[in-house]
């Protein structure tokens, strides 16, 4: 479903119809923790111009992110009776440029985790094949895309959350450069490996709303005063003066033969237009550290940043003898186990005695691998890879046959280290599934990344998300 402004007098019917939408499929995809009021929304938009790019538009934001008046849950037990008590800086922005935003979306607990398994509300089901996961943590703002409920939705990217499940719906995904959008008003998971980004079904719309979305907010001090560029009026598919940096690390490790042949025809018919198309491969050894460095890194900055929801600060509070018991025991209900294991490791290597030989060594190590990704962006303008070996797993199937290589499942987190711009982009189908590709590129040149972007749109002609699913 396309981008596509209403008419003041057609916008409650085109809202209620997104909100029915919504309701209906909610048996099959379980993608929506809260549904939002759209009245007053919907009278809001009387003082909007009806020119204004989301004019109109049913949106929905991932959980974690807040809207004044409306319960932010992020997916955790903890947060389940927290209401908002001001919009964050997209929130803000989406609706002056008039979207109305329908439902709070479904993610992993916190975004920890990539399959939307670990959701208070329970798994989220993808709409291509409900006996598979939608992918994570950003599960639910993808499939309500997917399946055609709303053209636009928020989601968060702190290691892949946003681009490995646009692969597995078959939509677009994007995470711009690390501080092109605010974060203000975001509950946080881990601080320097954070992005709100945000799913489409065409490459035009995703260029529209960046220009929406993106800009310095003076409370989030690590957004940039960088300008925002035009880039829906610069969008060009012309591919003649572009470099292009296949990732031999995680292609040479898919061996699902159709995945592999998707890519490569695709790769052909790029050369074809005009692109150069070069193999490169980043250190093994620091490719290998992808995983272990994210998850020190990750869960030591989340470790911090939550250690306000003790049920006293924030969070729903359980009885006990002392604060420290309140605490103790508002931890233990509130938060899944999957959680608070993460909170054990962050802990753990935070410990002073651990933190030089842990934390600090991770925070190097993070460098050396931005260095290393440094060195080929400055060769080339993006890179590319496939941004899953595999289709969406079925529930439950924990390892699959060729699912199995770390690099290949973890890679997309060098964008998250480097904070360096990256889109998910459909390519084809496998077994009925959607894949998709995945292409980095230098910090703020999210310009290349559409405009190749929606050469591969032209190639393929995946674009609106006309096809029919399942649910
Ligand atoms: N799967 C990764 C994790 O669990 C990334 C999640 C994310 O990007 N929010 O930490």
Known sequence: ???????????????????????????????????????????????????????????????????????????????????????????????????????????????????????????????????????????????????????????????????????????????????????????????????????????????????????????????????????????????????IAILDNVQNAITNEEIKDNFNSLMAKLEARGATIEHVSLDDKLMHALLPVYYIIANAEATANHSNLDGIRFGEREDGESVEDVMINSRTKGLSSNVRKRFVIGSYSLFAANQEKIFRKAQKVRRLIVEELKRVLDQYDVVIADASATIAPKFKEKVQAGNDDIVTENYMVLGNFSGYPSITVPTGFVEGMPIGINMTAKPFEEQTLFNIGLAIEEETGLKGNDVEVDA
């Open 1 to 243: 479903m396309d981008f596509e402004r209403a008419r003041k007098e057609d916008v409650n019917a085109r809202i209620h119809v997104a909100l029915e939408k919504a309701k209906a499929k909610q048996a099959d995809l379980n993608a929506v923790v809260s549904f939002v009021d759209v009245e007053s929304q919907i009278e809001g938009l009387k003082d909007i111009d009806e020119n204004q790019p989301f004019y109109g538009m049913p949106i929905v934001l991932k959980d974690n992110v807040n809207m004044k008046g409306v319960r932010t849950t992020a997916s955790s037990r903890i947060l389940n009776n927290y209401v908002s008590i001001y919009d964050a800086h997209i929130t803000t922005k989406l609706k002056e440029a008039g979207a109305v935003v329908i439902a709070k979306a479904s993610m992993d607990e916190l975004g920890m985790g990539g399959t939307n398994e670990n959701a208070y509300t329970g798994p989220v089901c993808n709409p291509w094949d409900t006996s598979r996961i939608s992918g994570g943590s950003s599960g639910g703002s993808a499939v309500l895309v997917s399946s055609g409920v709303v053209p636009f939705a928020i989601g968060t990217d702190t290691g892949d959350s946003i681009r490995k499940p646009a692969a597995f719906n078959g939509i677009i995904g994007m995470k711009p450069t690390y501080g092109r959008i605010s974060r203000y008003g975001v509950i946080p998971y881990a601080s320097s490996l954070d992005h709100v980004g945000y799913f489409t079904t065409s490459i035009k719309d995703a260029a529209v709303a960046l220009e929406v979305l993106a800009g310095r907010d003076d409370r989030d001090m690590t957004s940039s005063y960088k300008e925002v560029e035009n880039y829906a009026e610069q969008l060009n598919s012309d591919l003649h003066d572009k470099k």
